[in-house]
């Protein structure tokens, strides 16, 4: 069974990370192709849809979460930074959860630190429910 190799994983004796990228840059090479391996890095957006949990007749966007993973902390982020028209709002069921077992931060100063209003359900806050 041939080796796979994590994308992050151990490289080849000869610096690739598979012996696949190594036959094809030795083919380059004998053509006399110039070439640089893994000297470039690009930033990208994720082609991905987002649908909310919640719209208002507002236009207020809902997004109700027990759990808030970093999946959906980084979805969350690109989706305001690629639609800063729309007002986004978390709602959860325990604000002050910690993100991660040993962190500080909680799910509430997440929001914060990233310019979201949040608030802990189930009720909502009646600024939230009339018209703009």
Same mark, same amino acid.
Not at 21 to 34: F, I, P, R, W, Y
Not at 79 to 101: G, N, Y
């Given at each position: ?12 004796? @000869?610096?690739?990370r598979s012996?696949f ?5 030795? @083919?380059? $090479?004998? %053509?006399?192709?110039?070439w =640089? ?7 990208? =957006? ?6 909310? @949990?919640?719209?208002? @007749?507002?236009?207020?966007? %809902? ?11 980084? =979805? ?29 931060? $909680?799910?509430? $100063? ?10 802990e359900?189930?009720?909502l806050?009646?600024?939230?429910? $009339?018209? %703009?």
């Open positions: 069974m041939p080796r796979r190799f994590h994308k992050y994983g151990k490289r080849t004796v @000869d610096g690739f012996g990228e190594s036959k094809v840059a030795q @083919d380059m $090479t004998s %053509l006399g192709v110039n =640089l391996y893994e000297k470039s890095k690009y930033n990208i =957006l994720i082609p991905r849809s987002y649908t909310p @949990d919640f719209v208002l @007749d507002n236009g207020i966007v %809902l997004e109700v979460k027990g759990y808030f993973d970093a999946e959906d902390r980084r =979805l969350i982020k690109l989706f305001k930074e690629q639609h800063p028209e729309v007002d986004i709002r978390m709602v959860f069921q325990k604000a002050h959860r910690k993100l991660t077992s040993k962190g500080r931060m $909680t799910y509430a $100063t997440w929001c914060e630190k990233h310019n979201i209003p949040w608030t359900g189930p009720n806050p009646k600024s939230w429910l $009339t018209m %703009l």
